[in-house]
Each structure stands twice: as C-alpha cells, then as structure tokens.
C-alpha cells in the first residue's frame, strides 16, 4: 500500500495516542542505534549514526502532526526498550539481529499518517542493519557454528543414550555412568573433528592463495606475450578481461619504483558467505557446548533421581534448552525465534522418543 501524504486534518484522540505511541517508538530507536554506534568505530558507527539521525527525522514528523498535543514523553514499545537495553550493555550481533526484525515490524506502510518517504526509510533501514548484522555473523560464523552443532548434538545424543538404556529397566547408576562416557566421547570426538575439518579447509584456502614468488617475476615477463593472462583465466575471467587485467598489472610492475609485492593479482573466486574460524577455536567451542549440552540428561542421576522421574525431567531439561537454542538461533539468522525453536524442540525430542522407544523393545526382548 501507498500512503499518501498526511492531510490537514483535526485529529482525534485515538489518532493523538498512535502519534506519541509513533514518537516514542522513534526516540527510543533513535537511542538503540547511538548507543550501538557508541561501541563500533569507523565505518559502522558512521551507519549508525546516520541511522539515528533517520530516526530523528521521523520523530520531527510526528512532533509536527501533534503540535500543541504532545504531552509528556511516553515510554516506547517493550520490544524497543528491551532492545535498548541489550544494545547499551552489549552491542553484539544479537541486538543488531533484534533490530533488523523490528525494522521489519514498522507499522508505516499500512499508516495513512506517516509519508511515503518514512515508509521507504524503515524498509530501507531493514536492509541496512541487514547488512550490518551480516558483518556480525560472518566475523562469528566459524565457532558459532560449531557451538551451535556441538550443544545440539550434546543435547540430543546424550538424552536418546540415557532414555534408550533408560528404557531397558537397568539399575539408575549404569544410566549415570553409560551418560558421562556418552558425554566424554562425543565431546572428544566433536572437538577433535571439528579440528581436522577446520583445519583442512583452510589449508584447501590456502593452496588456493596466490605464491609469493610468483610476484617477484612480474618485471621480467614478456610484455607481449604476457603470460600472466592465462592466470586471470585460470582464476575465472573472460580472456578479454584477463588480457585487459594482466596488462594494467604488468605496465604497474614495469613502472613502479617501489616493491612488486605492493601489486596485488586477484584472490582466487571462492563463495563469499564461507567463512571459517581457528581449528583450536572451533575444536574447543565444539567440545565445551557437547559437554556443557550432554550434561543436562545426566543431571537428574547426578542427583539421585532414578526411574521414570529422571526421564521426565531430563526431557524437560533437554527440551527447554532446544528452545532456547532454536530461539538463538532463528535470532542470529534474522528468522522467526519461535518457529526456530519449535522446530529444533520436536526434531530433537523425536529422535530420543524414537530411541527411547527402541530401549523399551530390547529390553522386553532380554526381559
């Protein structure tokens, strides 16, 4: 829908409550994007700022349409305060996250008061946080990743291990102990696989990498035949950009004064969205959250629990920290929190039932 531009009009009550409802919803949006720029340097806390500086302008808006009717500064939505109060105590990627979703709830499309351009900002504004958020997850992507994995795999690997022998009828203290080696194993196993496959990676990036010596050479090469064209269309370009290229790097070697290595050849193409973290990094994220995820089944025996009691408050256990991991997890990627984390409760939740239901068939069976 279109708005239109704000007629002349006399407003009613209910319209005067909407705008202070609008007005502090802008100062308190206005106040989140500050104070993340308050933690960021450089280009970011410039986006921010200018952010902020939108919000501004929309609040005028509404200060204009009420006039004499402003009254006294209202409180904005709980959602903004909260997100307020993340960004002044925190200022990480979640609160950016939080706020790329809010920016999507603007209410301005669907409001004849507000104008065209205020409508266009907040979609706009969506993408830029979008963008910024972006940054965020890609600088945590490596060991997020493997933390997400290693507490999910810890969660429901190690519930589906104590159910299913759970379910054989064997005595409470087997469970603990078949629950902590369940635990100790998949946490090693995680932390050393994550290790190998980080590391791996990057050694296939940096096979990748363009060699030193190869720039050292640059000043020697035949001007005419120039060689240098076949790595351009090795690494993906057309011949007739390779030629352009290879020849605007070559006539750079020849004239330079200063070293060949400021000549910079084009990294190999590979997808900008991987990004990936330490080996050490993404082994030790993978072997704490397995650990720290695989614990919660086994807490009820710790703590003399036995029979159907310890099943049942280690699947609540479990299941609400599926919840609360999903709901992480939808923030981060700018999804729904609650359909994130209802999925990842019944996924989780049904391959232990499954197991569970399995221990109960093989111990009637030896029964």
């Known amino acids: 829908m ?5 007629d002349e009009r006399t407003p009613s009550t209910r319209d005067i409550r909407r705008w202070r409802q ?9 106040a989140v994007y500050r104070d993340l720029a308050n933690r960021r340097a450089g280009e970011e806390r410039q986006i921010l700022l200018a952010l902020a500086d939108a919000e501004g302008r929309h609040e005028e808006h509404w200060r204009q349409l009420l006039g004499s009717d402003v009254g006294s500064p209202k409180r904005g939505a709980l959602r903004t305060r909260f997100l307020a109060l993340l960004a002044r105590r925190f200022g990480s990627v979640f609160v950016l996250a939080l706020a790329q979703r809010a920016e999507g709830r603007s209410p301005y499309q669907a409001d004849a008061d507000a104008t065209n351009a205020m409508a266009a900002d907040e979609t706009v504004h969506e993408e830029v946080v979008r963008g910024l958020a972006a940054r ?10 493997a933390a997400v994995f290693g507490v999910n795999d810890g969660l429901v690997s190690n519930l589906a291990l104590v ?15 078949t629950g902590i080696a369940g635990l100790l194993a998949g946490a090693l196993s995680m932390g050393a696989g994550e290790y190998v496959s980080v590391r791996s990676q990057r050694e296939l990036l940096e096979a990748s990498t363009p060699a030193a010596p190869a720039k050292s050479v640059l000043s020697h090469l035949d001007l005419a035949a120039n060689e240098l064209t076949l790595v351009y269309r090795a690494r993906g370009m057309s011949e007739d950009e390779a ?3 290879a020849r605007g790097v070559l006539a750079t070697a020849y004239a ?3 070293p060949i290595s400021a000549v910079r050849p084009q990294a190999p193409r590979h997808d900008e969205h991987e990004a990936i973290g330490t080996g050490t990094g993404a082994a030790l994220s993978s072997f704490c959250f397995f650990a720290s995820g695989a614990l919660l089944p086994v807490l009820p025996y710790l703590f003399g629990m036995s029979g159907y009691a310890a099943i049942i408050v280690a699947t609540i256990l479990v299941g609400v920290a599926l919840l609360a991991t999903g709901a992480v997890v939808g923030l981060l990627s700018g999804g729904p929190p609650l ?3 209802l999925r990842q409760l019944v996924i989780g939740l049904g391959a232990a039932a499954v197991t569970y239901l399995l221990g109960l068939v ?3 069976a030896i029964g």
């Open 163 to 177: 159910l299913g022998i759970g379910a054989t009828g064997v005595p409470a203290a087997t469970i603990l102990f």
């Open 22 to 30: 609008y007005l502090a919803d802008e100062q308190a949006e206005a």
């Open 362 to 364: 093989f111990g009637t």
């Open 339 to 341: 359909k994130r984390a």
């Open 2 to 6: 279109i708005n239109p531009e704000p």
């Open 256 to 258: 330079a004064t200063g």
């Open 243 to 245: 030629e352009a290229y």
């Open 136 to 145: 965020g997850r890609k600088r945590l992507s490596g060991t997020f990743r």
